[in-house]
């Protein structure tokens, strides 16, 4: 029998038995259930965001230059590094042809700007 299920039938016991007390306490602990309910739903959704962000972590290759790319990524798309320490969000840079062929990135979002090095 579910939690739900138990607290209904005890309810409906203490109904018969005419025992108000006991009601209410019951009304209490099925409210008090559904709020560890609702507290494990979100617990469960932060526990998989952070797994995520672990193995998402774990990819990343860091250079010199604020900017990370992905391990096993054949298109090295660059990540903004300054986005990722702060907010944990993969905010992909743009790419601009600079001076000597060089490739400079920018994060549209905070403005990180730098130069592509080794790839
Ligand atoms: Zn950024």
Redo the contacts with the bound molecule.
């Keep these: 029998m579910g939690l739900y299920e138990g607290i209904k039938d005890a309810i409906g016991i203490a109904q018969k038995a005419d025992n108000v007390e006991l009601y209410k306490q019951l009304i209490d602990l099925s409210s008090q259930a559904l709020d560890m309910q609702t507290e494990i739903a979100k617990l469960r959704e932060e526990n998989s965001e952070l797994q995520k962000s672990k193995e998402t972590e774990q990819r990343f290759v860091r250079h010199e230059q604020p900017y990370l790319t992905l391990q096993g990524d054949n298109q090295k798309v660059c990540y903004?590094?300054?986005?990722w320490g702060?907010d944990e969000?993969m905010?992909q840079?743009d790419r601009i042809n600079w001076d000597k062929g060089q490739i400079k990135l920018y994060?549209?979002?905070?403005?990180?700007h730098c130069i592509e090095c080794e790839q």
């Design positions: 903004c590094a300054v986005c702060k969000k905010i840079m994060c549209s979002v905070c403005e990180n």
